[in-house]
C-alpha cells in the first residue's frame, strides 16, 4: 500500500502538528534514531496491525538503491482528517536518513511562524538565506521552490475571511442586544422607584445626589456583572482552548482542506476585554 512519509524531528514535531496530541493507542516517537513508526487509525484498520507489530517499508533510495526496512508500530494516531488517517505513516528523521539513504538532504521542509503577521518577513528572510547557500548552483536555488500556506490552500483564505465578517457582525449584534439588555434592566429599576426617590426627595435629599446614587449602583452591578461574566468566560475558554471543540459538518469541511474537526480558541488580553469594555463604557455613558 502506497502511503506518504512523514519525516520528523520528534522535539520539533509538536510545534507544527497535531498529530502528537491524536495518539489514541500507544505513544509518539521517542528518538530521532530509534526504529519504530507511527500511522493513522484507518490504516492500521485496512492492514489489520495494532500497537507492537511490525511494518515493513519499501521504496526508493536517494542514491538509486532500494530501501527496505521492518519498523514497530508504537503509536496509532486519528487526526480527523480520513486522507491523513489513511495515507500517512511517520518515522524519526535519522532512520529514515540511514533507510533511503538521505545522508544530510531532505525533500521538503516544514516550519511555522509565531505571529502570521510575521509571514511575510520569514519569507523574505528564507529567500535571502537561499541565495546566500554555496553549496547550490543557480539552477538548484531555481528549483527549491517556497510554498505558503495561501498557496498551498487558496480556498482556505476566502473562507477564514467570511468567517471573519461574519464572527465579528455576530459579535457586534451580540454586544448591541447584551447593552440593550442591561440598559432596560436599569430604566425598569429607576421608574419603579419612583415613590423611593420621591420620599428621599421628600427628606431633603438633592436631584443631583439621587442622580450620583443612580450612577453609582449602575456602574458597581456593571463592574460586578461584567467580571462574574470575565471569570466563568475564561474558565469555559480555556477548557476549550486545551480540549478543543467542534459542531455537526465541521469534520467534512475540515477534510477538504486538511484541518482538524476540532477547533481551539484563540486566547489573549484583548479578546477578553474587548466585548465587556464596550458593554460597560456603553451602559455607563447612556445611564
Request: proline residues 3%.
Amino acid at each position: 500500500m502506497a502511503c506518504k512519509l512523514l519525516v520528523l524531528i520528534h522535539r520539533y514535531e509538536s510545534d507544527l502538528s497535531i498529530i502528537p496530541n491524536r495518539i489514541k493507542t500507544g505513544k509518539f516517537l521517542t528518538q530521532n534514531d530509534a526504529q519504530e513508526i507511527v500511522i493513522g487509525k484507518s490504516l492500521a484498520h485496512n492492514l489489520k496491525v495494532i500497537v507492537g507489530d511490525e511494518l515493513t517499508l519499501l521504496g526508493s533510495g536517494y542514491d538509486g538503491s532500494i530501501a527496505t526496512s521492518v519498523l514497530t508500530i508504537v503509536g496509532i494516531f486519528d487526526s480527523g482528517m480520513p486522507d491523513i488517517n489513511r495515507g500517512v505513516v511517520e518515522i524519526p528523521f535519522n532512520t529514515f536518513q540511514d533507510i533511503f539513504s538521505m545522508e544530510q538532504f531532505a525533500h521538503v521542509l516544514v516550519g511555522t511562524v509565531d505571529n502570521l503577521n510575521n509571514l511575510e518577513n520569514v519569507l523574505t528572510q528564507i529567500h535571502k538565506k537561499i541565495n546566500q547557500i554555496s553549496f547550490l548552483s543557480k539552477s538548484e536555488k531555481i528549483k527549491l521552490a517556497i510554498l505558503d500556506w495561501n498557496t498551498l490552500s487558496p480556498g482556505l483564505l476566502q473562507i477564514i475571511e467570511a468567517d471573519m465578517v461574519n464572527s465579528w457582525f455576530l459579535y457586534s449584534c451580540l454586544i448591541l442586544i447584551v447593552t440593550f439588555s442591561i440598559l432596560n434592566t436599569f430604566l425598569m429599576a429607576v421608574l419603579e422607584r419612583t415613590r423611593e426617590f420621591g420620599v428621599m426627595l421628600a427628606l431633603g435629599v438633592s436631584p443631583f445626589f439621587i442622580g450620583k446614587l443612580v450612577i453609582l449602583e449602575s456602574f458597581l452591578l456593571s463592574i460586578l456583572g461584567l467580571a462574574i461574566g470575565i471569570i466563568i468566560g475564561s474558565i469555559i475558554t480555556t477548557y476549550f482552548y486545551f480540549y478543543g471543540f467542534s459542531y455537526p459538518g465541521m469534520e467534512e469541511i475540515g477534510a477538504q482542506f486538511g484541518l482538524s474537526d476540532l477547533i481551539f480558541p484563540q486566547m489573549s488580553v484583548f479578546n477578553f476585554i474587548l466585548g465587556p469594555s464596550i458593554i460597560f463604557i456603553c451602559n455607563y455613558s447612556l445611564s
